[in-house]
């Protein structure tokens, strides 16, 4: 059974167990549905055999040998996947501009953060893509384990118009599914493609009472990803942002210079050089359209 269809399901049991608003109190009348599907690990319920069987059915999709769901955002990939293949004092290659949760990662694990590659370092993280959309090369070092922020790329695997994903490469990637794929915040994935299960990882970083509402999410999204309806909504994206012709190597990452004027539209950052407007599964045409309109006229803007 999926986490979905579980979340479905009626259940007749009269339970004093967590979560205590049991399904039927709604402190926030607006999040009305998610706390009726906000479940725990109770006996009846037992919703363990559905992750477990959702999280392999998205290792099959993706290629991996291990994918696991994440509802902490990326940074608890990205931590999870330094404990799982470090031991206290090995030397971790991390980039000087690499998001915080690099170093973090590394504080956590004990080991020693490296700037500069050296012929004793153990694993390696790299970010792929860059925020502004830049794809570097992934190269492989024997012995070094390669472990791949791609948290801006969860669109890679699901279209042959976008960049390789880091998943067929890295022993251990890292996606956001939240920042373009159109998963709720904070939802994510990790993925390994080594021998080592970062489950027990996990664990040790996780809370033992995880949100059953976000990990189904997850499920449903990469279903979603996967099906002919979401690989052909990820076309259509990209056929909306190619006109902009971004200097970068992913369409979704619109750039556009930081002196050209977009009144009425909030950028997601500005380099100094770029305003980048990010998109996603949830970007249409319309939207597009009016970036262009504005980009072309802005005094007249909207």
């Not at 579980?6 to 205590?20: G, Q």
């Not at 109770?42 to 099959?60: I, M, N, S, Y």
């Not at 000087?96 to 490296?114: I, M, Q, R, S, W």
Request: proline residues 6%; charged residues 25%; aromatic residues 8%.
């Amino acid at each position: 059974m999926s986490l979905i269809n579980l979340l479905r399901r009626k259940f007749r049991t009269v339970l004093f167990t967590t979560p205590s608003h049991g399904g039927k109190f709604f402190i926030v009348n607006k999040f009305r549905q998610f706390y009726k599907y906000d479940i725990s690990e109770t006996d009846v319920h037992k919703p363990q055999a559905a992750l477990a069987a959702a999280q392999e059915r998205a290792a099959g999709i993706y290629g991996t040998k291990y994918t696991y769901f994440l509802t902490n955002g990326s940074t608890s990939g990205v931590i999870a996947a330094v404990l799982a293949c470090t031991k206290p004092g090995d030397k971790v290659w991390i980039e000087k501009d690499a998001h915080p949760c690099h170093l973090n990662a590394v504080t956590l694990a004990g080991c020693e953060a490296v700037y500069e590659k050296t012929p004793d370092i153990k694993v390696q993280i790299v970010t792929r893509p860059t925020y502004e959309g830049f794809v570097s090369k992934l190269e492989r070092t024997s012995g070094v384990f390669l472990i791949a922020d791609e948290a801006h790329g969860a669109l890679y695997p699901f279209s042959d118009r976008l960049p390789e994903s880091a998943v067929k490469v890295a022993d251990f990637t890292v996606q956001s599914l939240h920042k373009t794929a159109g998963g709720l915040n904070p939802t994510a994935l990790l993925h390994s493609n080594c021998d080592i299960d970062p489950g027990a990882a996990l664990a040790m970083i996780n809370t033992t009472s995880p949100s059953y509402p976000l990990l189904a999410s997850i499920e449903a999204n990469v279903n979603f990803l996967n099906s002919k309806r979401g690989r052909a909504k990820i076309e259509e994206l990209i056929d909306n942002c190619l006109p902009f012709n971004s200097p970068n190597d992913d369409p979704t990452k619109i750039l556009i210079r930081s002196d050209i004027p977009t009144p009425g539209i909030e950028d997601e950052k500005d380099n100094g050089e770029y305003k980048l407007f990010l998109c996603g599964i949830g970007t249409d045409a319309k939207k597009l359209e009016r970036l262009k309109r504005v980009v072309k006229s802005p005094r007249k803007g909207l």
